[in-house]
């Protein structure tokens, strides 16, 4: 495997469910992200994590956890998610926050609908 | 507020040049990534400006002013394959990207 990989590509779950989402990266990376993408809309950032520190967490409902047990793995777990929260969820990693140009290389993400 | 402002979409001509405007209001700036995706994929790094000025890549090139807020992505010799949504971004003076909603390039043969 190389770059970012995502797994499920797509979800459907239910209001009540309970899911996560796995991301992991095959580029020696320090950084990883946790991006929501809704159609015609920026990319919102959720959670960064940097040397397996959270650094970040833009206001995201406490229905979204994360968890970074390593500097190569990113998990969303989901729970009482909203119809709203139905979106392409991307997961990005790169070398280390405030270096360089410190692009960020994207997963292909996961398609979530919630009924 | 913070604020990337790029057009919705844009459509072009097979062969042609075309410029892809991008202005922004930012808390700090430290640097203006382009990135390209295409339908149902992952967003791919373009290009990177930190000082003002053009950066060519071949068949693409970003252009920067920061005392305007303002940068292009300039694509020449268009190919169908280009028809994609191109996405501004912004890292701010905590580092974090912040987006533009993108702009959707259709290109006719």
């Known amino acids: 495997e190389t770059g970012v990989t995502q797994t499920p590509r797509h979800l459907v779950m239910g209001m009540t469910n309970k899911k996560s989402l796995k991301c992991e990266q095959h580029l020696g990376h320090n950084a990883m992200y946790w991006y929501k993408q809704s159609a015609k809309k920026p990319l919102e950032l959720m959670f960064v994590y940097n040397f397996k520190e959270q650094t970040e967490n833009n206001s995201v409902p406490s229905r979204f956890s994360p968890e970074c047990p390593n500097s190569s793995h990113l998990f969303l777990h989901l729970h009482t998610l909203q119809p709203e929260d139905s979106a392409l969820y991307l997961c990005a990693s790169s070398p280390e926050i405030g270096t360089g140009s410190d692009e960020q290389y994207f997963g292909p993400g996961t398609r979530l609908t919630v009924t | 507020g913070q604020n990337i402002d790029q057009p919705t979409e844009m459509t072009a001509t097979e062969g042609a040049i075309v410029q892809i405007n991008c202005t922004y209001q930012?808390?700090?700036?430290?640097?203006l990534f382009w990135y390209q995706q295409h339908a149902g994929e992952a967003p791919t790094f373009l290009s990177y400006?930190?000082l003002d000025g053009l950066e060519e890549k071949g068949r693409f090139s970003s252009f920067l002013s920061r005392s305007k807020g303002y940068s292009y992505l300039l694509l020449k010799e268009l190919q169908m394959k280009d028809s994609a949504s191109y996405l501004c971004?912004?890292?701010?003076?905590?580092?974090?990207?912040?987006w533009g909603a993108g702009t959707k390039l259709i290109i006719k043969p």
């Open positions: 930012t808390s700090g700036f430290n640097g």
């Open positions: 971004a912004v890292r701010d003076s905590n580092y974090q990207l912040i």
């Open positions: 400006n930190v």
